[in-house]
């Protein structure tokens, strides 16, 4: 993770979850119950794609968006910048472009991170 970050991570509030439905699904349990219901739903649609198409592809996207998702979530004050910055673009904030920019850059980093 770059230096510009670093400063605002603290330590996760959980290891991060294997890259499996069900240990996805005990880590969103734990530290955003209330997503719940819509990783529910995502799991049911990737799982009905998966098994129309007889390819595991959606399952596999299913479980890398929600990796994604787990990773910000695990570290308070990445979650909170990323809260933040979208915010920002939301309420067309004057500074949404860079708010804009600063959210792909941070996203990148969590792709990043997620490699190693």
């Known amino acids: 993770m770059s ?3 670093a400063d605002l ?16 699904r005990a880590a969103v349990g734990r530290i955003m119950p209330s997503w719940l219901p819509e990783f529910d739903g995502h799991h049911l649609e990737a799982s009905t794609e998966a ?3 007889e390819k ?3 399952l596999q996207v299913f479980c890398r968006i929600w990796l994604q998702r787990i990773e ?14 979208e915010r920002k673009v939301a309420e ?3 500074d949404m472009r860079e708010a804009l920019s600063e959210i792909s850059r941070l996203l ?5 991170d997620l490699e190693r």
């Open 56 to 58: 595991i592809g959606p």
């Open 92 to 94: 067309g904030h004057p």
């Open 9 to 24: 991570i603290e330590g996760p509030l959980i290891p991060r979850p294997d890259a499996n439905s069900a240990s996805l």
């Open 72 to 85: 910000i979530q695990r570290y308070p004050a990445r979650a909170k910048l990323l809260a933040d910055l």
């Open 108 to 112: 990148a980093e969590v792709a990043e």
């Open 51 to 53: 098994e129309k198409s």
């Open 3 to 5: 230096e510009q970050y």
